[in-house]
């Protein structure tokens, strides 16, 4: 892994955050930048975002680095594929090449909760986990990263499992405990169902929780009856930004593999 640090950027629904990463320790290696995601967030006015912060660190990485971003949607080939819980005109946008394009380098564009989930493993909570580990994240919408003895499955989107008839994240995100006014004992028996019914379908090793209502996750997940363990991430708001450092580099360093 390279010893230069890299840039991840991380898009979120109100904030677009980047910060150089230091890959041999997994954290940020400069302060993190933050600047609020545009009212009408489509490809275009995001990359403009974007363009800002990369400019910001533009003396501290080299050309030819790559730079890692994350988008809460389904990537496949640089395409995002869905878009759940952002502007609709992000389904089927070439959002990759859009990004290199106006940033005139190379950008490798990935899940957001698959760049949480790979720095889970390789710097946090699941650190040196050679099974299968699952990682969620509770925001918005539930994202999801199945990582088997270090190797990303992308795109799971099992936040999107049917449950009871319903999108799981519609009933267990954490912003509909917001939206509903539920107390941690009112929200619990959603998480159960939800981590249960996962836990039935993949039988993981560990299961990671993330997401910023995990900062409370002394309230919620002492209360789950599972068979798998459930702890906290560890990286917390560094996750997005520290998986995309390290996404876009292992992308960069194999451009054989199918992106
Ligand atoms: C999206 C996922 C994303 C997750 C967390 C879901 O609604 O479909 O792609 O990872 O939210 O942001």
Not at 178 to 185: I, R
């Amino acid at each position: 892994m390279q010893n230069q640090p890299v840039l991840g950027i991380d898009i979120g629904g109100s904030g677009i955050k980047g910060a150089l990463v230091d890959l041999a320790v997994g954290d940020f290696a400069s302060e993190r930048v933050r600047i609020p995601t545009p009212a009408k967030s489509t490809p275009a006015n995001v990359a403009d975002v974007v363009a800002r912060i990369v400019a910001d660190f533009s003396g501290q990485i080299a050309a030819d680095s790559p730079i890692g971003v994350t988008i809460p949607a389904v990537v496949t080939h640089g395409i995002t594929r869905s878009a759940a819980n952002i502007h609709k005109s992000w389904i089927d946008a070439p959002a990759q090449q859009i990004f290199s394009e106006r940033l005139g380098r190379e950008v490798i564009l990935v899940n957001d909760a698959d760049a949480a989930g790979v720095a889970e493993v390789m710097y946090g909570a699941a650190k040196g986990n050679e099974g299968l580990v699952l990682v969620t994240t509770l925001g918005t919408g539930i994202g999801s990263a199945l990582i088997y003895r270090g190797v990303l499955v992308p795109n799971t989107e099992l936040g999107h499992l049917e449950i009871d008839g319903k999108d799981a994240e519609s009933e267990a995100a954490a912003s509909i405990k917001t939206t509903l006014g539920l107390t941690y004992e009112e929200y619990v028996p959603r998480l159960q169902r939800y981590y249960e019914r996962v836990e039935a379908l993949f039988w993981p090793d560990l299961f990671v929780v993330g997401g910023g209502v995990s900062k409370a996750s002394g309230k919620f997940l002492p209360h789950l009856k599972l068979k798998t363990p459930i702890v906290p991430a560890e990286l917390r708001n560094r996750a997005g930004i520290v998986g995309a450092a390290w996404l876009a580099v292992d992308k960069a360093e194999h451009p054989e593999r199918p992106a």
